[in-house]
């Protein structure tokens, strides 16, 4: 009943419009229940397209909104990760550590025999 009120809202409306009418125009009693038959037929069929209408809107709408707050999070995340990466590099450079990666150019044991221009050692 709480997923489907805007059809049983749209069948009742039709089937009292029906009621009216039959009314202001003094159908028989075999003629109006039929009228309002027929009208409830109509208008639960018409509701039921409407539900199902305004459902598949939801839906996009929902799906959407969903994305994109995961967008906003993964936004927020790379930010925090930035932050802290800087951060880090921060209290890196104020410890004064260095990268060790970088060779010494001073460092003689890591190079192999030195040759001159002809090929000869020295």
Do not use: Y
């Amino acid at each position: 009943m709480k997923e489907k009120p805007l059809a049983i809202v749209i069948t009742l409306t039709g089937g009292l419009i029906a009621c009216i009418c039959c009314i202001i125009r003094h159908s028989g009693l075999l003629k109006t229940l039929i009228a309002v038959l027929v009208s409830l037929i109509v208008f639960m069929i018409i509701g039921l397209i409407a539900h199902k209408v305004f459902a598949t809107i939801k839906a996009e709408v929902e799906a959407k909104e969903k994305e994109e707050k995961r967008i906003e999070e993964e936004k927020r995340k790379a930010e925090l990760e930035e932050e802290e990466r800087l951060r880090a590099e921060q209290e890196k450079a104020e410890n004064g550590e260095e990268d060790s990666s970088e060779e010494d150019p001073d460092d003689w044991s890591n190079s192999g025999s030195s040759k001159d221009v002809n090929g000869e050692e020295f």
